[in-house]
């Protein structure tokens, strides 16, 4: 039986509960019994998300790529965490960027998942980082190299995909990735931030 289908019975038993025509007997023991369905209903609806979050992904969904020291890291595609998000708790969940470092040379931030879980808020905060990337400029008369151009945007984006990656990975969400691997799912080894950097200046 389904999910839905199990809710749609036991909401057509309240209304069944709720007719004049049962005896208070009748309705003390039809209402003790939905008390029990509730009960078995949050259960399995528990079974049921635990399962959902602890879900592998498909083999196919994995890539690689070269990481430092001449590893190779396995990660799954950010779009495929918030499918994965959408689907459990039906688009009723919450991401958000509580803090941001920027550097010459990275981007690290802190954020937050939000979501709901029998009927009350779970929230997970972890941290994300990416390096930036420099991409030459040119004089557009000349075409002569002139300098150097950060792409710090991009490395906010990818910062904050590593993040709710993070954030996720601690719902179970991609677990798989980073059992004893010391890989954080997004191709990047756990980052390893002075805690100071959070009482400096954010260079924007």
Request: aromatic letters at 8%; one cysteine or more; a positive charge.
């Amino acid at each position: 039986m389904g999910k839905f289908q199990y809710q749609e019975i036991l909401k057509n038993l309240r209304t069944f509960s709720e007719r004049e025509d049962l005896d208070s007997n009748q309705k003390r023991i039809l209402c003790n019994n939905l008390e029990k369905l509730d009960t078995y209903s949050n259960r399995m609806e528990r079974v049921d998300i635990q399962e959902a979050l602890t879900k592998p992904f498909p083999a196919e969904l994995r890539k690689t790529r070269k990481g430092y020291e001449g590893k190779t890291l396995t990660y799954i595609e950010t779009v495929y965490y918030i499918d994965r998000l959408n689907e459990i708790f039906n688009y009723a969940w919450n991401f958000e960027i509580l803090q941001e470092i920027i550097t010459e040379v990275e981007v690290i931030v802190k954020g937050r998942l939000t979501v709901e879980i029998n009927s009350r808020p779970v929230i997970k905060e972890q941290y994300g980082q990416s390096e930036i990337t420099y991409i030459t400029i040119y004089d557009k008369v000349t075409r002569q190299a002139i300098g150097k151009k950060p792409l710090t945007g991009d490395a906010c984006k990818s910062a904050g995909s590593d993040c709710l990656k993070k954030c996720a990975s601690l719902l179970s969400v991609g677990s798989e990735l980073y059992k004893g691997t010391g890989n954080n799912g997004n191709g990047n080894k756990g980052i390893t931030a002075d805690p100071g950097h959070w009482n400096r200046k954010v260079n924007r």
